[in-house]
């Protein structure tokens, strides 16, 4: 076994022989703890700004949900025109060009300016995790090359120093050889999946779904309920194979989640397992459509197969791609009955288990007992694409997370501020008129709907309109401790607004705009909090965060 300390393609490699005590103890200017979409564009943030950077990863890949949780990017509309930072669309842009330096594209798809690999109908840059991993790992390769940046693999918080309101240190377990490192930083920015750091660094935290007496939000729960947690899924690929063999064995639970009927409410529309769910912005049951040898839906409606498909055979050589490849992150493979936020470690493995189970089952069941319009039963050429995710089970390296803790901030986004018909009622404009709240703090913009999938608590989809939005320099900073900010979907949101803050590029743009943060406050030697309090200081970083690519305001348009 060998240990990686720097990227895997510009690494340093140690035997597995115990840590030197240097190497326990790692000094830097801000620490990232967590290697997904937003840790990474937290770090890109940093080291573009001449910090010192140590970033910390769970799994063996950097991403998250662009890579190791296997989610296509899911972006508004006017994702190619503006709507991100300058590094989101660099990254965009890097995809697409390394496809056309490695694979064997038709020309038509080379020379095509917006090429999108998949051709999903998601996302207009729906293609392979692998790829978004050696885009990544390019930004930061030069960093890691002159020792300014540090990342540590298989790495999880497991303690955490404070001296009053302060974080001194962090302390991460390697899962493979239970060996501990000692981070000390200026500033540590949170961007684990579920914000690990919070209760180490005892920052005050929230989880689950708040009272509507607390957040006067129309779509909040009557009471609070700290364990009422989106679902987590755990996504994977598959291709097919026309006239082969490819049924999985039997998962264990099968017969279980073949006649699992959700209690939801309001209700779900029958068994899991099927080929119908609520329409989740109606609830009404949605028939929805699957064959892997069509090309189009022709008046089904959502054909399956193409909506997360990250290789269509049209856009490479004949040959290239017997048949196409789609990534599964469906109605049917989202897990609710029970969070990971609350869970002790036992629970919390188990319940990772039955979410595995559920996924596998779902493919079982579409192999073998998935109803055809021929009157067949399962298509059994589904072909499990373990190399698609790297990994022996065949699932994402880990669980797709729509809810984390969230931090309580100097300022917390409601409902009222970006939720159409809530702000309608609040500032009594129309439709045409109305946009979302103006914040003077803005460090960038984001824009999806408030997209809730069933929860943990018995709630089916709570899908309605939203208005583009900003985010605000007070939803990233904790309301008591001062050198720890949030980096991903634990800033200042609430279990309702979480349902637009937590897509990639708004993702992006929060880890982003923390890092960035944390150099600017380093380098002016004032706190953000004391940055965001003064106009001057405010409007110095936000020229400085402009002339970095970040856009700060939208222009005029409608709700989606």
């Not at 660099?90 to 798809?109: I, S």
């Not at 750091?197 to 689950?208: R, S």
């Not at 006649?259 to 209700?267: A, G, N, S």
């Not at 791609?321 to 969070?339: E, F, H, S």
């Given at each position: ?9 510009a690494?340093?490699l ?94 038509q ?8 690999p ?5 996302s ?30 298989r ?5 955490a ?10 302390t ?33 935290f ?25 679902s ?15 049924t999985i ?20 529309t ?15 049951k949605?028939?929805?459509?699957f ?94 694409r ?24 100097d300022?917390?986004i ?13 500032t ?9 709240a ?31 939005f ?38 992006w743009?929060i880890?982003?705009?923390?890092g ?8 002016t ?8 309090k003064s ?11 402009r ?14």
């Amino acid at each position: 076994m060998k240990r990686r300390t720097f990227l895997k393609n510009a690494a340093v490699l140690l035997p597995a022989a115990r840590l030197s005590a240097r190497e326990r103890e790692i000094s830097c200017n801000v620490a990232v703890i967590g290697g997904g979409t937003g840790g990474f564009a937290a770090a890109l943030a940093a080291l573009r700004n001449g910090m010192r950077v140590v970033l910390t990863e769970e799994t063996d890949w950097l991403g998250g949900q662009l890579t190791a949780q296997a989610v296509p990017p899911d972006e508004h509309p006017w994702i190619e025109e503006f709507g991100c930072t300058r590094s989101y669309r660099a990254y965009r842009n890097a995809v697409r060009e390394y496809y056309r330096r490695h694979y064997p594209l038709t020309t038509q798809a080379r020379d095509r300016w917006n090429l999108n690999p998949g051709n999903g109908s998601v996302s207009r840059l729906t293609h392979e995790p692998r790829v978004s991993v050696a885009v990544l790992e390019e930004f930061l390769a030069p960093y890691a090359g002159s020792g300014q940046l540090i990342v540590l693999y298989r790495r999880i918080p497991v303690a955490a120093s404070v001296d009053r309101d302060r974080v001194t240190s962090v302390t991460v377990r390697d899962i493979e050889t239970d060996e501990r490192q000692t981070i000390s930083a200026r500033y540590y920015i949170d961007a684990t999946e579920t914000g690990e750091l919070l209760p180490l660094t005892k920052t005050e935290f929230v989880t689950g779904s708040e009272a509507q007496s607390k957040t006067g939000e129309p779509h909040a729960s009557n009471e609070a309920r700290p364990t009422n947690v989106q679902s987590f899924t755990y996504c994977f690929a598959m291709d097919y194979r026309d006239g082969e063999e490819h049924t999985i064995d039997k998962p264990r639970d099968y017969q279980y989640w073949r006649d699992y009927v959700p209690k939801l409410q309001p209700p779900w529309t029958g068994k899991l397992l099927s080929w119908s769910c609520p329409n989740p912005q109606t609830l009404q049951k949605r028939d929805l459509f699957f064959d892997p040898r069509a090309e189009t839906s022709d008046g089904h409606g959502l054909n399956l197969w193409i909506y997360r498909r990250v290789a269509d055979p049209a856009n490479f050589v004949p040959g290239a791609y017997a048949n196409g490849i789609t990534l599964v992150n469906w109605p049917q493979n989202d897990y609710w009955l029970g969070d990971l936020l609350s869970a002790s470690s036992a629970e919390r493995e188990h319940r990772l288990q039955q979410a595995k189970q559920l996924s596998l089952s779902w493919l079982y069941w579409m192999q073998t007992e998935a109803p055809r319009e021929n009157g067949a039963q399962g298509w059994k050429g589904l072909r499990l694409r373990k190399d698609i995710v790297g990994t022996h089970d065949g699932l994402a390296k880990y669980p797709y997370i729509r809810e984390s803790r969230r931090i309580e901030a100097d300022f917390t986004i409601l409902e009222q501020h970006v939720g159409t018909e809530a702000r309608m009622k609040e500032t009594g404009k129309s439709r045409e008129e109305v946009t979302a709240a103006a914040f003077s703090d803005t460090v960038g913009i984001g824009c999806y709907r408030l997209d809730l999938h069933p929860s943990t608590g018995g709630d089916n989809y709570i899908d309605v309109s939203s208005l583009p939005f900003q985010i605000p320099m007070g939803a990233l900073i904790p309301k008591r401790v001062e050198n720890l900010l949030a980096g991903c979907k634990n800033l200042g949101v609430t279990h309702v607004t979480n349902g637009c803050y937590r897509l990639h590029p708004v993702e992006w743009n929060i880890g982003e705009a923390a890092g960035a943060i944390a150099a600017h406050a380093i380098k002016t030697k004032e706190t953000p909090r004391g940055i965001r309090k003064s106009e001057s200081k405010l409007a110095d970083l936000q020229r400085s965060l402009r002339r970095q690519g970040f856009e700060l305001t939208w222009p005029q348009i409608h709700p989606v």
